[in-house]
Each structure stands twice: as C-alpha cells, then as structure tokens.
C-alpha cells in the first residue's frame, strides 16, 4: 500500500535555529532537508515532498508573506495527489498565520502548522517530534474536512482558536477556554472534538493594510488611535478591558474614528470570553455600540485584526462588516 503524499513547506522560524556563537543567541541555520533528517520515522507515515519557502523568524513575517504563502498553499491544496500541507513556522508569529490560512483557504485536504520551542542545538530540541506529529495528522484520513490546525506538543489545535501562551515552555500553546481538538497518541490520531459554526471563509484578492491594534490600560487616553487614524490606516482593532470597555478618555479617538468613515472593532484584552454591550457607563461597551462601533465576539484582537482585512480587502460595507463580526 502506498504511503500518502504530504507537502511540507519549511518557513523558517526556531524549528530551523541553532545558537550561534559569534551572534550570541538562536538564528536561522538549518534547511528542510536538515530538519526532516532530524525527524527520523517520518518517511515510514508519509511521501513527504520538502520545500525551502524561506528563512524567517516569526516576528519576520509580514502580511505580504503571510498571503504569499496562503497563495502557494492554495497551488499544493490543488494538487491531487497531496494529502495535505504541513506548515513550520515561527512560533511568535504562527497563531497569526494560522487564523489568516483558517478564515480564508477552503478545502477538504489539512493544512497543519508546527514549529519548536526549543532550538537545534538547545537540550530537549522538539521540532523533529513537533514535525513528525504534524505529518502524521496531515496525512491521517480522520484529518479530512478538519480544515486548518496547529499541532505542538502533541496536541491538535484549530487554526481559528490556537494562542501562543507561554514566551518559551514547550507546552506554549492553547486554546483558552476550549482545549484542543485532538492529540497525536504514539502512531494514532484522535480527534476529540470538531469546531463548529464557523462562519463563511473570505477570499478577497488581498487583504486591506494597514489595519492597527490599538491597547487600553488604566489611564490610557486617544493619542494612540488618533495617531493611527492620522496615518491613514483603514481600519482599527481597540484591545478594550474585560467585556469591551475604555477608559472615558479614549471615547473621543473612537468618535473620531466613525465619523471618518472607517472601521472600528472592540476585542477584550481578555485571554477568554466574549465582548458585549453590558456597561453603560461613558466608555462602557453599550456607548461604544451606540456611537456605531463593532464588536468582535470571542475573537482576539490579533484574530479581529485579520477578519478586518480580510473583509476590508474582500470590500465588504458597514452592513457587510457588522455581519462579518456579529456572525
């Protein structure tokens, strides 16, 4: 019986580094096929078919590669004869990447994301187990129709809900309230759970940039927004506190915002739970509401972010964008 085909696209990130002396911390040393020798096994769950897409450390990676590499997935996705794309990726930066892929590539095959928290020459290198345990679900028939992933540690995350919690222990990644989908068990893949009622992928030709998070803490005021604002972003994601509410002294930024036309989408700062219009204080989420701005439900300001792209760049109105957010 012949082994599945999976394409792996090798991006970079610490599953490539190795400490380098003269620059006295982790950089990008190894190639694909340096790290698939280091996955020893790999070859006995699937064909894989390596490909050097780049060299990048997670916080390298922009919007514009981001969507170059949605692209060349989209190419590997139509091949019939690949099973499914195996991804590695900066950790900083792969829940990002991830949620970009999950809300906008539509396909039967899966699309699996993985990377190290530990470099090649640190003790306790895990990106060979990281990139072993990633093919095996790539390849896994259970897999079909998953849609996009995040496999670390031996847990099965879904692109849409996966966060990096932690800045370096190797169980770093969550899904904050959810857990993961599934885990990979020695040579078995089990899926625990799927994600449900997700809503329509959008797939505009590119997406609208620049598009800023702007943070709120205790005292903060609209400096931050008006600056965006001024610099001619098309959209703002405001990190509000707990249920979607500011300080009073960010109000006006927001007020400045609508009326410019241009979209602004309350996400809680929060690691859990959903943004609401229950406070009717002045900078409560009910005033927000009110002056016309959007909420973003459980999606994190990183992830409202790129809904907002996405749907800017698909051109999507006002009434088409507080669907998109209210869905």
Excluded: C
Excluded at 126 to 131: A, K, R, S, V
Excluded at 183 to 189: E, G, N, S, T
Excluded at 211 to 223: K, L, N, P, Q
């Amino acid at each position: 019986m012949s082994r599945p085909v999976v394409a792996a696209l090798f991006t970079g990130g610490t599953i490539s580094m190795r400490v380098d002396a003269v620059e006295g911390g982790a950089v990008p040393s190894l190639g694909a096929d340096e790290i698939l020798a280091a996955a020893r096994g790999v070859e006995e769950i699937a064909d894989v078919r390596a490909e050097q897409w780049g060299r990048f450390p997670g916080p390298h990676m922009t919007v514009e590669r981001q969507w170059a590499l949605r692209a060349r997935i989209l190419e590997v996705l139509a091949d019939p004869a690949v099973a499914g794309v195996v991804l590695t990726h900066g950790t900083d930066t792969l829940e990002e990447t991830a949620y970009l892929v999950a809300r906008s590539v539509e396909s039967d095959k899966p699309v699996v994301f993985t990377g190290a928290m530990r470099a090649a020459s640190d003790l306790g290198y895990d990106g060979p187990q990281n990139l072993i345990d990633a093919v095996r679900v790539a390849a896994d028939p259970a897999a079909r129709g998953v849609g996009t992933m995040v496999v670390m540690g031996g847990r099965i995350f879904a692109g849409l809900e996966d966060t990096k919690s932690h800045t370096h222990q190797l169980d770093a990644f969550e899904a904050p309230g959810l857990g993961p989908i599934g885990v990979v068990d020695d040579d078995r893949v089990i899926f625990r759970r799927r994600v449900v009622g997700t809503p329509p992928v959008l797939k505009p030709d590119a997406p609208a940039t620049p598009v800023d998070i702007v943070a709120t803490w205790a005292g903060s005021d609209a400096r931050l927004l008006d600056a965006s604002l001024a610099s001619g972003a098309r959209g703002v994601v405001v990190a509000a506190m707990g249920r979607g509410n500011v300080p009073p002294e960010v109000v006006p930024g927001i007020e400045r915002w609508i009326a410019s036309g241009r979209p602004v989408v309350i996400a809680s700062r929060a690691g859990r739970g959903m943004v609401g219009r229950t406070y009717a204080y002045p900078g409560g989420g009910r005033k927000l509401s009110e002056l016309g701005a959007l909420f973003a439900g459980a999606r994190r300001p990183a992830q409202a972010r790129i809904d907002l792209m996405l749907g800017l760049g698909a051109g999507l109105d006002a009434a088409g964008l507080r669907a998109l957010f209210d869905g």
